[in-house]
T-cell receptor
């Protein structure tokens, strides 16, 4: 158990809908990273937050947004969902701002868009 | 742009054998970080080993070691005395010093056979 929690574990929804994925970092960690793992795109970095502020951005679509709250949990919002958004979404956390240190991954949220 | 290439989509070895997974990358940076992550059937992402490019000594973690060839931009993972629990997808990953994005390879699916 990495100490990073993600909810829900599974999510099934329809095209055009909006969903929110939640991540709680390890106790004491200030940085949260979001990743998408799909069959065709592989594992891709989406976005990073450090202590409530956006720190780095990867291949995140404009339909997706994220935020980190004062209690350091983070939410990834996916809107106007398309079939291609079906994927496993991971979050990871580190204590410091730079991700070079060990990133502890959560168990992931599996999203299926029908 | 930085790229990470894993040329072996799938490999199988007998238990107790030694196996080497290949990874090459492309970058113009001199300082960077390299990682191997393991993703077992549970889908949890687990850091296996990391290497800082400025360190000449190859990283080792118990049965896992790397062969880091900076000039050749090669970063292979050696698993000694392989165990059934090593069965997993293995991802090679790169992170530059200027950019906080982690770039993952497509992965190598490793089967350890009894």
């Amino acid at each position: 158990d990495s100490g990073v929690t993600q909810t829900p574990k599974h999510l099934i929804t329809a095209t055009g809908q909006r969903v929110t994925l939640r991540c709680s970092p390890r106790s004491g960690d200030l940085s949260v990273y979001w990743y998408q793992q799909s069959l065709d795109q592989g594992l891709q970095f989406l976005i990073q937050y450090y202590n409530g502020e956006e720190r780095a951005k990867g291949n995140i679509l404009e339909r997706f947004s994220a935020q980190q709250f004062p209690d350091l949990h983070s939410e990834l919002n996916l809107s106007s969902l398309e079939l291609g958004d079906s994927a496993l979404y991971f979050c990871a956390s580190t204590y410091r701002e730079r991700p070079q240190e060990t990133q502890y991954f959560g168990p992931g949220t599996r999203l299926l868009v029908l | 742009a930085q790229t990470v290439t894993q040329s072996q989509p799938e490999m199988s070895v007998q238990e107790a054998e030694t196996v080497t997974l290949s990874c090459t990358y492309d970058t113009s940076e001199n300082n960077y970080y390299l990682f191997w992550y393991k993703q077992p059937p549970s889908r949890q992402m687990i850091l296996v080993i990391r290497q800082e490019a400025y360190k000449q000594q190859n990283a080792t973690e118990n049965r896992f070691s790397v062969n880091f060839q900076k000039a050749a931009k090669s970063f292979s993972l050696k698993i000694s005395d392989s165990q059934l629990g090593d069965t997993a997808m293995y991802f090679c990953a790169f992170m530059g010093n200027r950019d906080d994005k982690i770039i993952f390879g497509k992965g190598t699916r490793l089967h350890i056979l009894p």
